[in-house]
């Protein structure tokens, strides 16, 4: 059996691996929201991105020894007013204890430290992998002998 010609418009991909690319981007999506948290009320006169960094990675430093590095991966999406942003953890684990920061003092405000509107729960993560990887390994297998 000859495999097919090349599309003038680049390789040509099984189905089990466009289910298999489409899957690792979701699981990224997925596993981001999982490991960010949102934090509001925050004093825009005092805080910032540098302060909120240092805050985050200084009450959870050596929380998770899992993997090394900071605390903090990133903080995104600063609101224009300066009142509320998304910090994203390295961890599952230390989103889930960035959320007991609920209430502290940061710059002379009661910090707000919840799961984003877009959290997935990481169990409803590993279900939607085993069932998609075992949809990629279907396709990908070969025929049945015998089969049209």
Avoid: H, W
């Avoid at 489409?22 to 825009?44: D, F, H, M």
Wanted: a neutral charge.
């Amino acid at each position: 059996m000859r495999p097919p010609p090349p599309s003038r418009y680049g390789s040509v991909q099984t189905p089990g691996a466009f289910l298999a690319q489409q899957l690792a981007q979701r699981v990224a999506v997925a596993t981001k929201s999982a490991r960010e948290v949102y934090v509001g009320n925050i004093n825009p006169a005092s805080v910032n991105t540098e302060v909120l960094t240092q805050f985050f990675n200084v009450a959870l430093e050596g929380l998770d020894a899992s993997e090394p590095g900071p605390p903090v991966s990133a903080v995104r999406s600063m609101a224009a007013d300066g009142k509320f942003c998304f910090v994203e953890l390295r961890t599952l684990a230390l989103a889930d204890a960035a959320l007991a920061l609920s209430g502290m003092l940061l710059g002379g405000r009661a910090l707000t430290v919840n799961r984003p509107s877009g959290y997935v729960d990481p169990a409803t993560i590993a279900a939607m992998v085993a069932q998609a990887a075992a949809a990629a390994a279907a396709l990908q297998a070969p025929p049945e002998r015998g089969a049209p």
